[in-house]
């Protein structure tokens, strides 16, 4: 693991906040809650002290037992959004795992990971003091107290500004530009390197955001509480140190903000997935099957007449009509299906056969001629010599390349059916994944409960309403698509949602001879969390070849297997474009499978449920490689989010709408 990632933990774990929307929420909230109760418990310590006659009462007088209850009140706020959000920071790990070579972005992260420890440090024993209140004596809580609020570099203060310095340069022509700034340009530039953490790069900026707001509220509590106690004890009135402590919360929350306001409305919300350690075959990716496969065939067998008056050429689209007296034809499986564009290499050579299990039906050939087709080597079934003839000396029986389209023991089919959520029970997409069962490929959803302003409780996998092409009633074009040698585009489309709706489903439909992608889209409320599923719609983009502004086609170059790539497979393809599916290189691979292959790693967010707008289909490959069909999910735009608020300067009693408009940020 890269010091990068490493240090990305660290920072997720320092102060466990987490990326999704409904975990900045809460510390969102915890913002108006925290000032409005400090302002609250500075109005008490005034009531008391008109009470009291400014007596000085013996050891943990009235006094204190108000502060320390109210900031352990406080306390145990921040930790229970904590303890809500800590599962998400883990996460981190994933997080640029191949990074490490930018040393500036590194060692900012590696001061930002020190300044977070040392702030919950304090924090800790903040929390350490409150429990052992009638141990401590009056010295520890004052040297404590002064601590916090001390001018000295070392001390909170100073730390926190030193932290607000990381996202806020004061100077950014002379200190550089925010961290929040150069980890967006980071993975601008090195997309592929995030998609293993199970988080787009614009939740990863704003978990990384929501963990300096929450510290930011731990600090603001810290110190408006030491100013309290320092008066209690006597040391002053500091009611102009506490209101400045405050306009500072203020300005740096605000400047904040509006840096990652901009940094998040420029991250990508993708979330994808990168190649997997080991690629397993049922488990990370799976096969269409014989589509167009590699077939040895002479000519004499692909005419009625039996003649061999033409060449290999010849037969761009034909059929086989017998077998020759029993030659290699009868030791291998027939093409029961068109045999397409045949070809001429050599006369004679060498042929490996497939195990009978296997999808292939050749391991590899080798002409006379030195040619190669595949990886030549042992060979299990031992080797068939298989020769070419001259019939009446006129006519040469030549042994052609073809590509056979035999449907019969193929793995092609694509069902149509939709996948969606319960929208009835309010339920949104959360997750998506491409699963195989028998011979058909099934697009699947994961779904979650949405809940109040974006939060979602996650619920599993819809089941998939399986079938085989051959069940009664099944009907191609409406159950299913069928890939033939016509009709084997898919179409290369990222989608989102109009803006207040979210995703709540996905399907394949066919649009002339293209296999096409759709997202459903339903409205919602962000503040009740409620769904209208009745004004759902299906969105698309309904591009064709016809059109003024046709799609663009995504070539294979001499594609040879995915899984036998020393190179990283990264997304290549672009919204509004198709790829074919066709045969493996012929040299790397006989032509005996069918690229792209499908990944079938499953795309959900690091929690299980979060909220999403969008969805897409799309490649991801490399030189002479086919790659892999994928999909990508699209995460909810937070920047729209973002927004400071000052602190209130006198203590209000909190609205029922007061979770609506909160610090650090607001949510409209």
Not at 379 to 402: A, I, Q
Request: glycine share 6%.
């Amino acid at each position: 693991m890269s010091r990068l990632v490493r240090t990305l933990l660290v920072i997720a774990l320092a102060c466990g906040a987490g990326a999704v929307v409904e975990d900045v929420i809460e510390v969102i909230r915890l913002g108006t809650d925290i000032t409005g109760q400090v302002l609250d418990s500075w109005d008490a310590i005034g009531q008391l002290s008109n009470a009291t006659g400014g007596v000085q009462f013996p050891y943990f007088k009235p006094k204190d037992q108000v502060v320390l209850t109210r900031l352990r009140h406080i306390s145990g706020q921040i930790r229970k959004v904590e303890h809500a959000i800590d599962k998400v920071g883990a996460m981190t790990f994933y997080l640029g795992k191949n990074l490490g070579r930018g040393t500036d972005l590194e060692l900012r992260l590696h001061e930002m990971t020190d300044l977070l420890n040392r702030v919950s440090s304090a924090d800790r024993k903040m929390r350490e003091y409150m429990g052992l209140q009638q141990e401590l004596e009056k010295v520890t809580l004052l040297d404590f107290a002064e601590w916090c609020v001390s001018h000295d570099q070392g001390a909170l203060p100073g730390l926190l500004e030193r932290i607000h310095s990381l996202i806020v340069p004061p100077h950014k022509h002379l200190l550089g530009q925010s961290l929040l700034t150069l980890l967006q340009k980071r993975f601008q530039d090195e997309a592929s390197e995030t998609c293993t953490a199970a988080m787009s790069p614009h939740q990863l900026i704003f978990d990384i955001y929501n963990t300096v707001a929450l510290t930011e509220i731990k600090g603001y509590a810290m110190m408006q509480f030491s100013w309290m106690l320092l008066r209690i004890y006597g040391k002053g009135n500091f009611t102009q140190e506490a209101s400045l402590t405050r306009q500072r919360y203020s300005q740096r929350t605000a400047q904040a903000a509006a840096v990652a306001k901009s940094a998040l409305s420029e991250a990508s919300r993708d979330l994808y997935m990168c190649d997997p350690p080991m690629h397993i075959e049922g488990s990370t990716y799976e096969q269409v099957t014989r589509l167009l496969q590699g077939y040895v065939e002479n000519e004499v067998d692909m005419n009625t007449d039996g003649t061999c008056k033409e060449n290999c050429a010849h037969y761009t689209l034909a059929e086989k009509h017998g077998c020759y007296m029993d030659q290699f034809c009868a030791k291998q499986t027939p093409c029961r299906g068109r045999i397409i564009d045949c070809q001429y290499l050599d006369s004679d050579m060498w042929v490996c056969p497939a195990s009978r299990n296997s999808n292939r039906r050749y391991e590899w050939i080798e002409y006379e001629n030195g040619r190669k087709l595949g990886n030549v080597g042992s060979c299990s079934r031992g080797t068939t010599k298989v020769d070419s003839w001259w019939r009446w000396l006129f006519w040469h029986c030549s042994y052609c390349m073809c590509l056979c389209d035999d449907a019969t023991d193929s793995d092609r089919y694509f069902s149509l059916w939709d996948a969606t959520s319960d929208v009835k029970k309010n339920k949104v997409v959360t997750g998506l994944r491409l699963v195989k069962i028998g011979r058909v490929f099934h697009l699947q959803v994961h779904e979650g409960t949405l809940k109040e302003r974006g939060s979602v409780e996650p619920s599993g996998w819809v089941p998939v309403n399986k079938f085989d092409p051959n069940d009664p009633g099944m009907m191609d074009g409406i159950d299913y698509h069928t890939l033939t040698y016509e009709k084997r585009a898919i179409d290369l489309d990222e989608l989102d949602s109009p803006e207040g709706h979210v995703l709540t489903g996905v399907r394949f439909r066919v649009i002339g001879a293209h296999l096409h992608f759709e997202i459903r889209s339903t409205p919602f409320n962000y503040t009740t969390g409620r769904l209208s599923p009745s004004k759902s719609q299906w969105v698309s983009n309904d591009n064709t070849e016809g059109s003024d502004t046709p799609r663009s086609k995504l070539e294979l170059k001499t594609p040879d297997l995915p899984t036998r790539s020393h190179t990283r497979m990264e997304v290549d393809s672009n919204h509004d474009q198709y790829v074919e599916f066709t045969h493996s290189d012929f040299d790397a691979d006989a032509a005996q499978s069918t690229v792209p292959f499908i990944d079938v790693q499953p795309v959900l967010p690091s929690k299980g449920a979060a909220l999403a707008t969008g969805a897409g289909v799309i490649h991801r490959g490399a030189p002479s490689s086919g790659g892999f069909i994928a999909l990508k999910l699209r995460s909810y735009n937070n920047a729209r989010h973002v927004k400071a608020e000052p602190p209130p300067a006198d203590f209000t009693e909190e609205k029922d709408d007061a979770a609506d408009f909160v610090l650090p940020v607001v949510n409209n």
